[in-house]
C-alpha cells in the first residue's frame, strides 16, 4: 500500500507481478477538476493537476492506460486548500452525489470488463443535458411508442 501521491509505486510492483499491459488496467481516481460525482471514462491521457495520476504515469512509464475519474469538486469555485477539501468529510446531499457517482464508477468499470472500453465511454461519458442525448432519448421513446 501507498499514500495517494505515490500511486505509481503500487502500479509498479503490480506490473513485475503480473506481467500485464498497460491497456488492460484501469485506474480509478477522484478528480477536483469534474463536477462533484460525475465519472469519466478515457482511453488515455495526461495527469492533469492530479499527482497520484503523474506518480502512475512516471511509473508506468506511459500515459497510454484507461483511467475512470470521479468527479469530487462541489459547488462554487474550486477550493484553495485542495488538500483540506478532499480531506473534509462529505455530508447530506454532497455526500449522496458522491454515493451515486462511485455506483456508477462501478457499473463502469464492470462494463469495461465485460464489454470493452469503447462501448462502455459511449454510455457513461454522455453529458445528463446534452442536446444530442436529449434527441437521441427522443428518438427511442419514440420507436417504443411506434412498436
Do not use: C
Request: charged share 25%; glycine share 8%.
Amino acid at each position: 500500500m501507498t499514500y495517494m501521491n505515490e500511486s505509481g509505486v503500487a502500479v509498479h510492483k503490480l506490473r513485475r507481478m503480473f506481467d500485464f499491459e498497460l491497456a488492460r488496467m484501469l485506474v480509478i481516481y477522484d478528480d477536483i477538476d469534474l463536477p462533484l460525482g460525475s465519472v469519466r471514462l478515457r482511453e488515455r491521457g495526461s495527469a492533469g493537476t492530479h499527482k497520484g495520476m503523474r506518480s502512475v504515469i512516471q511509473h508506468a512509464g506511459s500515459p497510454e492506460f484507461p483511467r475512470l475519474r470521479i468527479g469530487i469538486q462541489g459547488a462554487g469555485p474550486k477550493p484553495a486548500d485542495i488538500i483540506h477539501y478532499v480531506l473534509t468529510p462529505l455530508r447530506g446531499k454532497p455526500l449522496r452525489l458522491l454515493q451515486e457517482g462511485v455506483a456508477r464508477a462501478a457499473d463502469a468499470a464492470q462494463s469495461v470488463i465485460e464489454s470493452d472500453i469503447h462501448s462502455t465511454m459511449n454510455i457513461f461519458n454522455r453529458r445528463k443535458n446534452s442536446l444530442l442525448l436529449q434527441e437521441e432519448e427522443a428518438k427511442t421513446s419514440t420507436r417504443r411508442k411506434n412498436d
